[in-house]
């Protein structure tokens, strides 16, 4: 009798784990892009394109990562830096630039130079600068 109650006692736990796991499942942070927003259009710029007093505090900050934002006219210039890498063959890829109720999302990632390829044996400054419609909402940025 003894052994029958300590039997079904070990299925019943079986079974509490089992509910219990399938109930909780896992939970996976998203970052803020995947979250609902709106994409926005953008441009990639050169910074001949870029006006000269961004431009002027953008050469100040490139030595260290930096993320900035610039109003001129009816655009805003969005700029993210990822400081000075020990070489070149550097990339920035966007990932997104999302427009939600009160705030813009940029998402950007920097990518090394691939294993095959050659590259300058000197410091770079890799950035990039987008230029979209003007906004008054809050830029929030995401670098990886």
Do not use: W
Request: aromatic share 10%; glycine share 6%.
């Amino acid at each position: 009798m003894m052994r029958k109650n300590m039997f079904f006692s070990l299925i019943l736990f079986a079974v509490i784990c089992t509910s219990t796991l399938a109930f909780c499942g896992c939970e996976k942070k998203v970052s803020s892009l995947k979250e609902e927003g709106k994409e926005c259009d953008y441009t990639v710029v050169a910074t001949r394109d870029c006006p000269e007093e961004f431009l002027s505090h953008l050469e100040e900050k490139k030595i260290n990562p930096f993320q900035m934002t610039y109003q001129d006219g009816s655009y805003l210039y969005i700029a993210v830096g990822y400081g000075e890498q020990k070489t070149g063959g550097y990339s920035i890829v966007i990932k997104g630039l999302l427009e939600k109720s009160d705030k813009l999302c940029i998402e950007t990632e920097l990518r090394g130079p691939g294993k095959d390829e050659t590259v300058k044996q000197k410091p770079s400054y890799p950035y990039v600068i987008i230029k979209t419609e003007n906004s008054s909402k809050e830029v929030i940025f995401e670098s990886h």
